[in-house]
């Protein structure tokens, strides 16, 4: 077998629809130039090689950068070129580990749907592995019905948290109505209405630390939907807490809702956002039970703002689009969530039920059927 071949042949065992390494090799070899494979690999780094090489429909949908727009930004071409390449050895680099394996187990297997793979390969952190790469194998299309799917739950578990939100807020407006003091009125309703107003909160948050495109977007939405998952697992007993705290006579109210803020820190196993869970300093009274009630609200929300806000933030950040590139490879990102969240849910066993619930709606091209046989 000659050179050409013998390279050309050594690298067939990559995603089907990655033709992006195999392109960069195939333009060098077919070069007249006597250089080795590793002055080749680092020949194939050149930025005057990438745009004629990386499609563009690669460098959008699985990549996540708009070419483009950065060009017209004013960025340089050099500038662009560098961060495609570096974000692909990032992705390859990110697959590496398990590429190979999902290949050859899916090898013959025309599967096209998330559902047939966690059936196939069971409904576990496997599974889930098992989608995810065929799903990144299959590029933009693959990755945004996961993405819609994440998406379609996520607003289910955050009109679920302000559903909850509403009744404690409810609560406080009402109490409100009880006090003398009309500065102690207004304090209260301001509370309500901002605790009302933490989902909006949560959805400009999760946008910032879960937005963008591509396979790292991907991520960065399946991070906010385990979260909040984890947010409204938890919520039923967080507001049975605070609605017990808000109810009965304003001598027990501060108590009750000092204990109602440290059983929420507790529920959700974490600090919180201390700026946010500080709460805001309620108007001085001259009725000492109307001023039990100011402060101990005043507590209340400020722990569910806080921890909630908090934890999302915390969670996210560490699972997100931003961390992916220090994580090494799907397991390892699952296996980080179930670490994330064992204290608020059941640890691995909860992630991988959470993810297939996305993953299960996934759709791609086979990966397996039409991969070219290694030799």
Same mark, same amino acid.
């Given at each position: ?35 080795? =494979? ?6 194939? @780094? ?8 990386? =499609? ?18 004013? #960025? ?34 025309? /599967? ?30 693959? /990755? ?73 977007? @991907? ?8 979260? /909040? ?23 027990? @109210?501060?108590?009750?809702? #000092? ?70 490879? =799907? ?40 991969? =070219?046989?290694?030799?």
């Amino acid at each position: 077998m000659n050179t050409k071949k013998r390279h050309t042949v050594g690298r067939k065992n990559r995603f089907k629809n990655d033709v992006i390494v195999e392109a960069i090799f195939n333009r060098l070899l077919s070069e007249s130039v006597e250089t080795s =494979p590793s002055s080749r690999w680092r020949r194939s @780094m050149d930025r005057s090689l990438l745009p004629s090489v990386l =499609p563009e429909s690669y460098v959008r949908g699985v990549l996540g950068i708009d070419r483009g727009r950065l060009l017209f930004e004013g #960025k340089s071409s050099k500038y662009v070129d560098e961060l495609v390449l570096k974000e692909h050895l990032i992705f390859e680099g990110f697959w590496d580990t398990v590429k190979d394996k999902v290949v050859s187990a899916v090898k013959e297997l025309p /599967i096209t749907k998330g559902v047939e793979s966690a059936k196939k390969f069971g409904e576990n952190a496997k599974g889930c592995v098992v989608i995810l790469t065929q799903v990144a194998a299959d590029g933009e299309s693959g /990755i945004s019905t996961v993405v819609n799917g994440a998406e379609n739950l996520m607003n289910k578990g955050l009109q679920a948290i302000q559903k909850a939100l509403n009744k404690v807020s409810a609560r406080i407006k009402e109490l409100a109505k009880n006090l003398k003091n009309d500065k102690a009125k207004s304090f209260l309703e301001a509370s309500g209405t901002k605790l009302e107003s933490i989902v909006t909160t949560i959805v400009s948050g999760v946008k910032k630390l879960a937005g963008g495109g591509g396979w790292k977007g @991907m991520f960065g939405v399946l991070a906010a939907y385990l979260a /909040i998952s984890a947010v409204r697992q938890k919520i039923g007993n967080i507001i049975e807490i605070a609605l017990d705290a808000l109810s009965g006579d304003a001598k027990r @109210m501060l108590s009750a809702a #000092k204990k109602a803020g440290a059983a929420i820190k507790d529920a959700l196993k974490d600090d919180g956002d201390e700026k946010e869970g500080s709460g805001e300093n309620p108007p001085k009274t001259e009725d000492s039970s109307e001023q039990e009630v100011l402060n101990g609200i005043s507590i209340l929300t400020g722990a569910i703002r806080g921890v909630i806000t908090g934890f999302l933030k915390s969670s996210i950040g560490a699972l997100g689009k931003e961390a992916i590139s220090q994580i090494a490879g =799907p397991l390892a990102w699952i296996k980080k969530a179930a670490d994330i969240f064992k204290e608020v849910a059941e640890g691995a066993e909860w992630v991988s039920e959470k993810l297939l619930a996305v993953l299960k709606r996934a759709t791609f091209k086979p990966l397996g059927a039409s991969q =070219p046989a290694s030799t």
